[in-house]
């Protein structure tokens, strides 16, 4: 049972249900105590102590499904030709005799052959298989192991004795329905250890995709990018969540506990310990979706909504030429409506850094503050026309910090009309960010570095 | 629960802890209608001396299976409701300072008596260090609930609620306590639970847990229950009412969950409602009193807003 046991988590990690060694051993003393005898009782008891959220439930009722399904295979070989009852081994040749299979094979031992498959499988390793290739490769490495060569050799006997071509039909039609089984059986061990490696593989490419490519991100990787945006942000949120006020321990603070010592005569009995502020910061976070970023624009913005989603104290504005307030729309709509709206309204334009700084500056400075992180996502392009530098000295000053991630690799940022280089120099940071992969790692380093604590 | 009960399962606590089945039928008569996975969790945390982390959304339960429990077992219950802010003073132990003070003051005006006749400076320090040291001793010692479930010998069940709204600085301090059932306080060592305390964690999922404190529990995700589940647990909450009733008042709400609001039924607001509808002698549900009972049910306006119109082609629906 135990290696059985192993195997299961091993599907059940393949499934992303995170199994530790710790927990394995629960595993291990939950089935000591509960047995296996009551199916639904050893679901329910394993359950409770492997999964650990309620989307590991889900996963955990499927791979268990699929691991412990053992549906009946009907072995029911065609009778033999001659009288009824007679011995179904008739009409071989006598090595087929010392063939357990065959005997099997023709009686139609079903559980036999059930246990034989498994025994053959683990000396196969079948359940390292790890991609859909391998499967044709393992399905005859079983059948070998299971005694395929010596069925073949029973058949060809056989087919050479006198009378024994019924009996070689039977045993034939025996051996297709086994290639059959084993193939079936190969497939469900490829769904249970390797169908959750495919999906990884695609989010690690995806990760490291650069999103300006040509033809930024497959429609059909959209979904995939959505939900990695917006563990980040999650992520990102759980750090902001944190409580801002932590008790320093062990440092009194005498002023106000002599305060409070006042209605005693002066004695202090409530001692006050100094707390720490620390203060709630906020993002305003500027994006740019002109025709420039056109291909990167669907992330930034995905990357915004989610932001927005987690964050609390968020101001989310949008430009090309001119620049608006998008909050309303980031929070009223769905994801997808909610960029499709935004670039409805002032995407894909001529871009205008000076005016949209303008713009910015004229209505929305208030909002940025000793505690503003100001986040710019866009590509530094303004078209010649003037960037406005003055403005962006103000933003700094006001703000925090300021941030500017540039879905263009540094190499560019000097090129043609981009002023990227003259902007730089009013960011805390300026970074290159063009896949998800990055994203996330500026994420982590920024944000700890600048996210005043 | 009446005490009789209590007392009648104190008494034979080994039988309802033999198997699941038995489980169930023991929470059953304390009032708490359990699935099968449920009990299933419970079994198990009762016997791998697991806490056991409870989740679902508001209004199913949550609370209720460690009152349950506590009732069940017949042990005290201890409960910590987590906040945003708790620390380890106001969940494990403080030390009384105002008796501190008085202490080092009384410690003063004797001090000059018990070694006034000491020869010189060395003896007096001598004598000194011979005073028992009280003030950092148990005397002094205000528990919290965490420490008072340590120190109930006959075992208790320790109710975590809502620990998903504590901070994440108290998560982890939580993790020796949920492990090895002790706790370490610098001034006076390791102080370790006699009986393990039976350990309910509920979190209604506002921010994710640690996984270093999701793999020392158990998880338990108590769904919304199916129509027969709660026709059930109507019954035994509300011993009043009318079968009909309760089929029918079950069928809406089970209809509104499928709908998209901000805030579905969930259990707590089920048997709330059949309360109301006896309070209001209503012995079937007609438009009139639905709407007039639907703040019961539903707690938002955009909701209620919603529901409103469609009362009618509601009650129509034939109950699932």
Request: hydrophobic share 40%; net charge negative.
């Amino acid at each position: 049972m135990q290696g059985a046991l192993e195997d299961f988590f091993r599907a059940l990690r393949a499934a992303d249900v995170k199994v530790s060694p710790v927990e394995a051993i629960d595993a291990h003393l939950t089935v000591a105590k509960v047995g296996f005898s009551d199916r639904e009782l050893f679901k329910d008891a394993l359950c409770a102590t492997l999964a650990k959220t309620a989307d590991e439930v889900v996963r955990f009722d499927a791979t268990f499904d699929t691991f412990f399904a053992r549906d009946q295979v009907s072995f029911t070989p065609p009778p033999p030709s001659g009288q009824d009852g007679g011995d179904p081994m008739d009409g071989l040749p006598p090595e087929a005799a010392e063939s357990d299979l065959a005997r099997m094979l023709l009686e139609g031992d079903a559980a036999s052959i059930a246990q034989a498959m498994e025994e053959a499988a683990e000396r196969a390793q079948v359940s390292q298989i790890r991609l859909s290739t391998q499967r044709s490769r393992l399905t005859r490495r079983l059948l070998e192991e299971m005694g395929l060569a010596q069925i073949e050799a029973i058949i060809n006997a056989a087919r050479k004795l006198e009378g024994g071509g019924d009996a070689a039909d039977r045993l034939e039609a025996g051996k297709r329905k086994l290639a059959e089984e084993a193939q079936r059986y190969v497939a469900r061990q490829h769904e249970l250890y390797a169908s959750g490696s495919g999906k990884m593989l695609r989010e690690e490419m995806l990760a490291r995709k650069a999103l300006n490519a040509e033809g930024g991100i497959d429609p059909v990787d959209q979904a995939m990018m959505q939900a990695l945006v917006k563990k980040m942000a999650k992520r990102l949120a759980d750090r902001y969540s944190r409580r801002r006020n932590r008790a320093k321990r062990g440092h009194m603070d005498i002023r106000r506990t002599l305060r409070k010592s006042m209605p005693y005569g002066g004695m202090p009995f409530e001692v006050i310990w100094k707390t720490e502020k620390i203060d709630k910061p906020s993002i305003v976070c500027i994006c740019d979706v002109s025709k420039s970023v056109a291909a990167a624009a669907q992330f930034l913005l995905t990357f915004l909504y989610s932001l927005n989603e987690v964050v609390d104290r968020m101001e989310a504005y949008a430009f090309s030429g001119r620049l608006i307030s998008v909050n309303n729309i980031l929070d009223d709509e769905h994801v997808d409506g909610a960029i499709f709206e935004v670039l409805k309204r002032i995407g894909f334009q001529q871009t205008d850094y000076g005016k949209s700084l303008e713009d910015f500056c004229e209505n929305h400075l208030d909002h940025v503050d000793r505690h503003t992180t100001v986040i710019f996502l866009g590509d530094g392009r303004s078209n010649y026309a003037d960037p406005r530098l003055d403005l962006m000295a103000t933003i700094q000053k006001r703000a925090r910090s300021v941030i500017w991630l540039n879905p263009e690799p540094e190499s560019y940022w000097s090129q043609g009309d981009s002023v990227m280089y003259r902007y730089e120099r009013f960011c805390h940071v300026a970074k290159t960010c063009n896949t998800l992969g990055q994203l996330e790692r500026i994420i982590e380093d920024v944000l700890r570095t600048y996210v005043p604590h | 629960m009446t005490l009789s009960t209590t007392a009648a399962i104190k008494a034979a606590p080994t039988d309802v802890l033999s198997s699941v089945d038995a489980l169930i039928a023991g929470l059953a008569s304390v009032g708490y209608i359990a699935s099968k996975r449920i009990a299933t969790a419970l079994y198990m945390a009762i016997h791998l001396q697991k806490p056991i982390l409870v989740e679902g959304s508001a209004g199913v339960g949550k609370t209720e299976l460690a009152l349950s429990t506590a009732a069940l077992l017949g042990q005290p219950l201890i409960r910590m409701q987590c906040y945003e802010g708790l620390d380890e003073s106001k969940a494990l132990y403080e030390w009384k300072y105002g008796k501190q003070l008085l202490y080092t003051q009384i410690l003063k005006d004797r001090m000059g008596a018990a070694l006034s006749d000491a020869a010189d400076m060395d003896a007096a320090m001598d004598r000194l260090h011979g005073i028992g040291d009280l003030f950092f001793s148990e005397p002094f010692l205000e528990p919290r609930p965490l420490m008072k479930a340590l120190k109930e010998d006959d075992g208790c069940v320790l109710l975590i609620d809502e620990i998903d709204k504590s901070d994440e600085a108290f998560e982890a301090f939580l993790l020796e306590v949920l492990s090895a059932y002790q706790v370490s306080i610098p001034e006076l060592g390791v102080i370790k639970a006699k009986t393990p305390p039976l350990v309910f964690l509920t979190s209604n999922n506002v921010r994710d847990l640690g996984d270093a404190l999701k793999r020392r529990c158990l998880h338990l995700h108590i769904p919304l229950p199916d129509a027969a589940l709660e026709r059930r647990i109507v019954a035994s909450r509300v011993p009043d009412i009318e079968a009909t009733l309760t089929a029918e008042l079950v069928g809406f709400v089970q209809s509104l969950r499928t709908l998209d609001l901000r805030k579905s039924p969930s259990i707590s607001e089920t048997v709330d409602w059949a309360r109301a509808l006896i309070l209001l002698n209503a012995d079937s549900l007609d438009v009139e009193v639905v709407r007039d009972t639907l703040n019961v049910l539903l707690k938002f306006e955009p909701d209620i807003n919603a529901v409103e119109p469609q009362i009618g082609e509601l009650l129509r629906r034939p109950a699932a």
